[in-house]
């Protein structure tokens, strides 16, 4: 899916994503000191203007204009200050190494996220860290929701070895469930969690 496919999803909704932070995101991060983030292909921004509102300086990358114009219009309304960067995150431009890298829910294909991860990594600040939240592989036939495509789904495994050699000391990489309200009653999504921090020395 390209960018112009994005754009018109983003256009044809008022919110594709939900208004608030991602539950888990804000859970991992609550306590984590106010520094740089940088978050990948954050879409509207929940996720950037969340960490906004904790004190972060944040930059949005994300290669919709529609949805980073949503995300500046959002953050106004916030009251809080965005830098929002048009961007491939497979491919972007120059960017600053960051205390915290975010990629939430990220769909590529194995190589094109491959890329993206080992780029995120490389981003890392010396004592930053990098957290991935995302649709997991065995959410397809276990699991409620996401993208129904295998090729864009991965699994923990997958991403820590994108991670090796990266310099990033692997802290947490495990499948975690999310509910999720249906017409059937609450069920559960399979997502993956993997969280990563670069030595301080």
């Not at 994005?6 to 888990?24: F, I, Q």
């Not at 491919?91 to 080992?118: C, I, S, T």
């Not at 990098?130 to 409620?144: C, E, P, Q, Y």
Request: charged content about 25%; hydrophobic content about 45%; proline content about 6%.
């Amino acid at each position: 899916m390209d960018a112009t496919e994005w754009d018109e999803r983003y256009r044809d909704a008022e919110l594709v994503w939900s208004k608030g932070p991602n539950a888990t995101v804000a859970t991992e991060l609550a306590d984590l000191p106010p520094g740089r983030a940088l978050d990948l292909a954050g879409g509207e921004g929940r996720n950037a203007i969340w960490l906004a509102e904790q004190g972060w300086d944040v930059e949005l990358v994300e290669f919709s204009s529609v949805a980073l114009d949503k995300a500046a219009q959002l953050a106004d309304h916030a009251g809080v200050e965005l830098t929002c960067t048009l961007g491939d995150v497979t491919a972007p431009p120059a960017l600053e190494p960051a205390d915290l890298v975010l990629l939430a829910y990220l769909q590529l294909p194995r190589e094109q996220v491959r890329e993206a991860h080992r780029l995120a990594a490389s981003l890392v600040r010396p004592g930053g860290v990098f957290l991935l939240v995302a649709h997991a592989k065995r959410n397809l036939t276990d699991g409620v929701g996401g993208p129904p495509d295998p090729a864009v789904l991965c699994t923990a495994e997958e991403v820590v070895d994108d991670l090796a050699g990266t310099g990033l000391d692997i802290e947490v990489a495990r499948e975690i469930t999310r509910p999720v309200e249906t017409d059937d009653g609450e069920r559960h999504a399979i997502d993956l969690l993997v969280r990563a921090s670069r030595p301080a020395g």
